[in-house]
């Protein structure tokens, strides 16, 4: 059984910097597109960013697209989101899980669900 576990969240202040992490027990990553997506209160989970298979291409929500960087360590079976000039609008519960790349600039990815949703990370940004 595969289990995602997302780490890395916590409370910063606008303008700073968090690293978001996604380790994948019992399956390796490898060959699996995947994503970002973030839960904001009482509404469901959307697109923040996805990484294809091979990590030759990224791909970004509008909304956060210039400050998040997502990333790849096939090795260490493990994906990242790096969230720099974090806003208070970015405050959210963050996920990861394989990606369906859809649209012209990924803009329409959605998660496979392949996968469990792991716990999730709470990122909180203050003003």
């Known amino acids: 059984q595969v289990q995602l576990v997302e780490s890395g969240g916590g409370l910063v202040q606008a303008g700073g910097s968090l690293r978001l992490s996604c380790v994948a027990s019992?399956?390796?990553?490898?060959?699996?597109?995947m994503g970002w997506f973030r839960q904001f209160p009482g509404k469901e989970r959307e697109f923040v960013a996805a990484?294809?298979?091979?990590?030759?291409?990224?791909y970004y929500a509008d909304s956060v697209e210039g400050r998040f960087t997502i990333s790849r360590d096939d090795a260490k079976n493990t994906v990242y989101l790096q969230m720099d000039s974090l806003q208070p609008e970015d405050t959210a519960a963050y996920f990861c899980?394989?990606?369906?790349?859809?649209?012209?600039?990924?803009?329409?990815?959605?998660?496979?669900?392949?996968?469990?949703w792991g716990q999730g990370t709470q990122v909180t940004v203050s003003s």
């Open positions: 899980n394989p990606a369906w790349i859809k649209g012209d600039k990924g803009e329409m990815t959605t998660a496979t669900l392949i996968w469990d």
């Open positions: 019992g399956r390796s990553l490898s060959g699996y597109n």
């Open positions: 990484i294809h298979w091979k990590g030759s291409e990224t």
